[in-house]
């Protein structure tokens, strides 16, 4: 006879899941859990906030394909990291989240912390459940994988009070699930031949086809479906979400720049692994044509005609599907008269932002900081976009060469997510470059975590584009009313500093050409840093507004 307690019972199917990392802040409802994971080997990264735990376990996903983990204890710690759950759910990202809960013995006699977390997490998780016996914790947690990684992604509560955990079990009669590949076998859900044939035919009619290929692409492994899918079709392709990288800035097919002008002016747009939302307009004119044909692609049947309807639908693996599309399709030889006209529109756009690229001006112009990024980041560096209007200038800058190298919070925009993100790309990536481009609003709203990447030994480099405002908000604000309210911060706040103070790395910036220089001394520091640089805060991002796409 074996004898276990219910938090080792958890950590051994983590363990059998391939898990090596779990995220969390500290707790006393989930302490047994804890043990469990260093007898089985598991890291545990503690962090400041359990939003950043919860932002950390999505980042682990985001870089690895494989789900992460978050363990939050009751009452304020799972409160506390609902935003991050809720912003895998939009992203569609496999996440485990533990919650800890009052001892099921004092149930409503109100315990300390005592509350009905389930009906809190249900409407954004794909499956929430409590677990009320020891006995049954290995296939609980077995079923939580099961439901996050059947079909679409997301992330799964379950609750497991304290005495559950505490409680010792004779393992040789606790319900054990097996090994993950008897409980939940996997296996691509494919598209039908005859969805195959349709697209096939739309594409052969096809003058200007239009690829717009997000995030699915990247939990597929589709990168190089879609570079087959490109080139068969000669077709300008445009990412979004976990999608950029997927094609490299380096190959005559990618374009970032032309994206409206491709739209509004293609015949055939193929939608692969990204919504029909804010993003796209909704899929409405002026951005999507009306006469527009749409080849749509996606992991989940009801992601496909939202807002917009289909001629084809595709349901299934994106990899897989975008390879049969291809082999079905004739391949068209030569280059498109469509392809030089985009080519030209790509052009004529970084001529319009050249002077901005390289302007020398002080304060800084929020363009020429994300050049100066992305002349000096490498293929290997992940970069992550934590902010509003900087992210938006660096999103149409910063090009990464690898899927799954560029993270940003998704549709649910999540300010704060950035630090968490990196915590959990160094460590998937340990000796290479993670880099964040924050503004200055969103650094402050999990800034304490550069305490726990100096605890954690993770040299994670933060820049921030300082304009001392909420300028995604200040400035449409402005526009519309003629004033800004709550939308201004203290200018010029030495962050950097904040970061010394926590036993990292800070510098401030202020005159472009100290830009570089300073990420040089940032990364060669070998400590969690902070390059502060102060920008005008009279650049908006040309689109920065709620009220237009």
């Known amino acids: 006879m074996s004898i276990t307690h219910g938090g080792w019972l958890v950590a051994r199917i983590l363990k059998r899941e391939g898990v090596e990392v779990v995220f969390t802040l500290s707790g006393g409802h989930i302490a047994a859990i804890y043990d469990g994971c260093v007898r089985e080997g598991i890291r545990v990264v503690d962090t400041r906030h359990e939003q950043a735990a919860v932002h950390a376990a999505?980042?682990?996903a985001k870089c690895t394909r494989r789900p992460g983990v978050a363990l939050l204890t009751a009452g304020p710690g799972v409160t506390d990291g609902v935003t991050g759950v809720a912003n895998a759910y939009l992203a569609g990202s496999p996440v485990l989240v533990i919650g800890g809960a009052a001892p099921l013995s004092l149930w409503d006699r109100g315990a300390l912390q005592e509350m009905n977390?389930?009906?809190?997490?249900r409407p954004i998780t794909k499956w929430a459940r409590t677990v009320h016996e020891t006995g049954r914790i290995a296939e609980y947690?077995?079923?939580?994988?099961?439901?996050?990684?059947?079909?679409?992604?997301?992330p799964v509560f379950l609750e497991i009070p304290m005495d559950v955990l505490n409680n010792l079990a004779d393992t040789d009669n606790v319900t054990d699930p097996g090994e993950p590949?008897?409980?939940?076998?996997?296996?691509p859900v494919q598209p039908t031949p005859d969805q195959v044939e349709r697209a096939a035919a739309l594409l052969e009619q096809a003058e200007r086809p239009v690829i717009m290929a997000g995030s699915a692409v990247w939990w597929c492994d589709g990168a190089e479906a879609l570079r087959e899918l490109a080139e068969r079709?000669?077709?300008?392709?445009?990412?979004?979400?976990a999608g950029r990288g997927c094609l490299p800035p380096t190959h005559p097919l990618f374009f970032s720049a032309s994206r409206r002008k491709a739209l509004e002016g293609a015949d055939t747009i193929l939608a692969i692994g990204t919504r029909m939302d804010f993003r796209l307009n909704h899929g409405r004119p002026p951005l999507i044509p009306v006469e527009a044909r749409l080849i749509w692609f996606d992991l989940a049947g009801e992601d496909i005609g939202v807002n917009r309807g289909a001629e084809v639908g595709l349901v299934g693996d994106v990899g897989i599907a975008m390879r049969q599309v291809a082999a079905a399709s004739k391949p068209y030889n030569g280059e498109r008269a469509w392809l030089r006209f985009i080519r030209e529109e790509e052009a004529r756009a970084w001529e319009r932002d050249a002077a901005a690229l390289n302007s020398d001006a002080v304060p800084i112009h929020p363009m020429r900081l994300c050049k100066e990024i992305r002349d000096f980041i490498d293929e290997e560096t992940t970069v992550i976009g934590d902010g509003g209007d900087i992210v938006s200038y660096g999103g149409r800058v910063i090009?990464?060469?690898?899927?799954?190298?560029?993270?940003?919070?998704?549709?649910?925009?999540?300010?704060g997510t950035g630090t968490?993100?990196?915590?959990?790309?160094?460590?998937?990536?340990?000796g290479k470059r993670v880099l964040i481009l924050h503004g200055d609003g969103a650094f402050g709203l999990n800034g304490m975590e550069f305490e726990s990447m100096v605890r954690h030994k993770l040299p994670v480099v933060s820049v921030i584009g300082n304009d001392g405002a909420w300028g995604q908000i200040k400035h449409p604000q402005k526009a519309l009313i003629g004033h800004a309210t709550a939308a201004e911060l203290a200018p010029g706040i030495r962050y950097d500093k904040m970061v010394e103070a926590l036993g990292g790395y800070g510098e401030l910036v202020e005159?472009?050409?100290?830009?570089?220089?300073a990420l040089e001394r940032a990364f060669a520091s070998g400590l969690p840093a902070c390059i502060n640089v102060l920008i005008d805060p009279d650049k908006p991002y040309s689109r920065s507004t709620n009220v237009a796409v």
Do not use: C
Not at 117 to 121: A, P, Y
Not at 181 to 187: D, F, K, M, V
């Open 233 to 241: 079709i000669q077709a300008p392709v445009y990412l979004n979400g």
């Open 399 to 415: 090009n990464v060469y690898r899927p799954g190298y560029w993270l940003d919070a998704g549709p649910m925009g999540t300010l």
């Open 420 to 430: 968490g993100f990196a915590m959990a790309a160094q460590l998937a990536r340990p």
């Open 58 to 60: 999505e980042g682990w």
């Open 511 to 517: 005159r472009p050409e100290e830009i570089r220089p």
């Open 117 to 121: 977390q389930i009906d809190l997490l």
């Open 141 to 154: 947690v077995a079923a939580a994988f099961r439901q996050m990684l059947n079909g679409k992604p997301g």
């Open 181 to 187: 590949s008897s409980y939940r076998p996997a296996g």
